[in-house]
């Protein structure tokens, strides 16, 4: 089991530590949202993510049939994104307390990647989503 929490500390979760998937985006979306170079993301079934606490102080953003962001109305950190017709969450890994047992071990969207940011370690690069 994995805790994580917004920047402020209002929004509480834990998450069973079995992501399927972990990776690196370097889409402008992601890239503006976490101000970084990339946002370093892992994705699980929707219902291996617990809110622990501070429910109230998540707010949804761009809700559709496919998913949402969850912020903090807080601090506005992002916490988690539900995705993929909604039965996924993509916990942004930045947000845990401990190390995930799965990492990401590739980057996603290296097209659109920030031009001064350079991608030195081994992991696959696509240059959108992978195949």
Request: charged share 25%.
């Amino acid at each position: 089991m994995l805790n994580g929490a917004c920047y402020c500390g209002a929004v509480r979760f834990e998450v069973d530590d079995a992501f399927g998937y972990a990776f690196y985006c370097h889409c402008s979306r992601c890239r503006r949202r976490t101000g970084a170079a990339c946002a370093a993301i892992g994705g699980i079934e929707i219902d291996r993510l617990r809110v622990a606490a501070g429910r109230e102080h998540l707010l949804r953003v761009g809700e559709s049939e496919d998913g949402y962001r969850c912020v903090c109305k807080q601090c506005f950190s992002p916490v988690y994104d539900v995705v993929r017709e909604q039965r996924f969450a993509h916990v942004q890994l930045g947000t845990l307390d401990g190390a995930p047992a799965k990492g990401p071990d590739h980057h996603i969207y290296v097209g659109s990647k920030a031009p001064w940011h350079q991608i030195t370690d081994a992991f696959p690069q696509f240059e959108e989503l992978p195949t």
